[in-house]
Nanobody
């Protein structure tokens, strides 16, 4: 099990950028695949991006491809989500998630551990 704490959310104008961070506890962070998900009011949680345990592989939702970048620093037990060219439809609570092992997934059910989320609001 790993504890996750997100940070970096806030209010930004359309076209702006934010970088989210997700800090993980524990000495085995480097053995976890990580994902970012988001949930807007009245909508289901949706996949944003995922990254493999060593950062060698990543995967994005079509809605964010080319605008968002997921990365990780295993020495710092942290995964990041760089968000550029933000749109009002990106407004949501963003969550990071972890799953032990070498595989990652776009399915929320795949992941075992979740953070509490950070709010991202994009104004038009």
């Amino acid at each position: 099990q790993v504890q996750l704490v997100e940070s970096g959310g806030g209010l930004v104008q359309a076209g702006g950028s934010l970088r989210l961070s997700c800090a993980a506890s524990g000495r085995t962070f480097s053995t976890y695949a990580m994902g970012w998900f988001r949930q807007a009011p009245g909508k289901e949680r949706e996949f944003v991006a995922a990254i493999s345990w060593n950062g060698g592989g990543s995967y994005y939702a079509d809605s964010v491809k080319g605008r968002f970048t997921i990365s990780r620093d295993n020495a710092k037990n942290t995964v990041y989500l760089q968000m550029n060219s933000l749109k009002p439809e990106d407004t949501a609570v963003y969550y990071c998630a972890a799953k032990g092992g070498i595989y990652y997934s776009s399915s929320a059910q795949w992941y075992d551990d979740w953070g509490q989320g950070t709010q991202v609001t994009v104004s038009s």
